[in-house]
């Protein structure tokens, strides 16, 4: 914590929840040894869900020991990196806690991942193990092959392959190849592959977990979306997890009693620490989901009854726009978050009144590992506003120009954050690095105001700001109010290019199912809540937007698509 923190009286402390603390000792713990308490304290607990099919916290520390046991058997040791590409299911969660026993470095990637972006952050990262899904056994040798040619034997010494179905429960495990087959290089890969299976065969003894500077060592590394370029590897601290893990469980006073639903990508920083690394210190139960899908969520929800849901905006979208949303008991839950993109006040009020639970918005970054602030679970929930900072976290908005001058409430300038939970840096990017961190404060690129309760309010991103005609023009304050028209699903507003006034506004559309709406009839009603300079000049409307794999719109590819540079 630093001394600001320590000794200033901050406007948002009079908000915090009963029992929510200002600060969070920290004594040196690490993610591994957490786990391995609530598997000594809790043994018959289920750690985690997957299907039906519960895996005890017993069974999931033997498991991680296993898997420990056969990576230090390969040489894999600290300052080794190792790759994980998969979904949301136990293996996951077991490699990752494995690789941090071994005092490695866990560099989660998304699946989707293509052959080009996966060689790209191979080497970045200088990868030498991989765990993947089956399917991508056909992608993931052909990456391994070009490596080799191109000289780069150092990277993935070991791959390791595993299937979904090798952790459901009957008769799921049966049928699940029936719907998910693998492609014929897969197939082909596959036979000479080495299986995850084998990593859990030696006995879980005689391993030692390895000691770490908390505070330097670099734990994961995870990159950014890379929706500013070519992705940057964001390097994470032991203390930098289990700091945010500490803050989120704190917040909502999470539980041995709390089942979160995991929906959203345990290989993205929102996923892996709100809903595995925050739950499985807590002594709680993840039930994990492999995709994103609104019947297979609002099954889940009515099936297995979780108490906590992190989602992004997209998914809260996705459920009222459900045609049987309001068929599904979400009773269960106690407490629903959003995070990662801003959420439209219209699903926000429409959430609420349909359910009749409190929909939560904070806001977090990767460098920062995810969520730093929120509005408060019991109190005053701020519509419009991502909240106030957790525990041991500084916040503070400072001018655009030099980033130098604290503004006062009211006033739109850079987020500013300070705390425990930020990056090391940027992997072996030292320029970018000093940009963003600068004096012990992170620099987010969001613009933004506090008002005079300390509460935050995100406008936009520093880089998505629109001017027209020397006027400035906020995508979020257009998306708001496109959002309420009736026949409009997902909305997204950036600039383009225009002669005469320098940019102009764009809308992209996608329309609810079954609604109908013209070009001319959006703008038209933009005309009736905006003032002239703000309203869309051109709507485009489109079947889908393009999305992350937490399911952010991606403003970069819609630029591309304008050929606008990002």
Known sequence: MSNQSEFKEYAWYKHYDAG??????????????????????????PALMFFGKATSYKD?????????????????????????LLPNCPQYVISYYAVLGVGATVVPVNPLSTETELAFLFKDAGVRLAVALDLLAGRLEKVRDT??????????????????????????????PLKNKLSPEAQKRIKAARQFKELLKFPATGIQPAKWDVEQDLAVLIYTGGTTGKPKGVMLSQKNL?????????????????????????????????????????????????RFSVDDMLKAIQRYRPTIFAGVPTMYIGMLNHDNFSKYDLSSLRGCFVGAAPLPLEVKEQFEKITGGRLLEGYGLTEAV?????????????????????????????????GTRDLPPGEIGELVIQGPTLMLGYYNRPEETQEALRGGWLY???????????????????????????????????????????????????????????????????????????????????????????????????????????????????????????
């Open 444 to 566: 987010t690129g969001d613009l933004g105001y506090m008002d005079e309760d300390g509460y935050f309010y995100i406008v936009d991103r520093k880089k998505d700001l629109i001017i027209t005609g020397g006027f400035n023009v906020y995508p979020k304050e257009v998306e708001d109010v496109l959002y309420r028209h009736p026949a409009v699903a997902e909305a997204c507003v950036i600039g383009v290019p225009d002669d005469y006034a320098g940019e102009k506004v764009k809308a992209f559309v996608k329309l609810k199912e079954g609604a109908a709406a013209t070009e001319q009839e959006i703008i038209a009603f933009c005309r009736e809540h905006l003032t002239r300079y703000k309203v869309p000049k051109e709507v485009e409307l489109v079947e889908d937007l393009p999305k992350s794999p937490i399911g952010k719109i991606l403003k970069k590819e819609l630029r591309q698509r304008q050929r606008i540079p990002s």
């Open 20 to 45: 929510v603390p200002r600060h969070i000792p920290y004594h040196g713990e690490d993610l591994f040894t957490l786990l391995k308490q609530k598997a000594t304290e809790k043994p018959q607990v």
């Open 147 to 176: 490596l080799r040619e191109e000289g780069h034997r150092e990277l993935l010494q070991h791959t390791f392959y595993t299937s979904i179905r090798d952790e459901l429960p009957f008769p799921l495990h049966i049928l699940y």
């Open 242 to 290: 289990v700091v945010n893990a500490y803050q989120c469980r704190s917040w909502i006073d999470f539980n041995d009693h709390d089942r979160i639903l995991a929906v959203l990508p345990i290989f993205h920083g929102f996923g892996m620490s709100v809903c595995m690394n925050a739950s499985l210190i807590s002594g709680g139960t993840c039930i994990l989901l492999p």
């Open 370 to 402: 995810t969520a730093i602030c929120c509005n408060p679970f019991k109190g005053i929930n701020k519509s419009g506003s991502i909240g106030i900072p957790f525990a041991d976290t500084v916040i503070t908005v400072r001018d655009i120009e030099t």
């Open 60 to 84: 999931l520390y033997e498991k991680i020991t296993r898997c420990m046991v056969s990576l230090h058997r390969l040489g894999i040791k600290k300052g080794d990196k190792v790759a994980l």
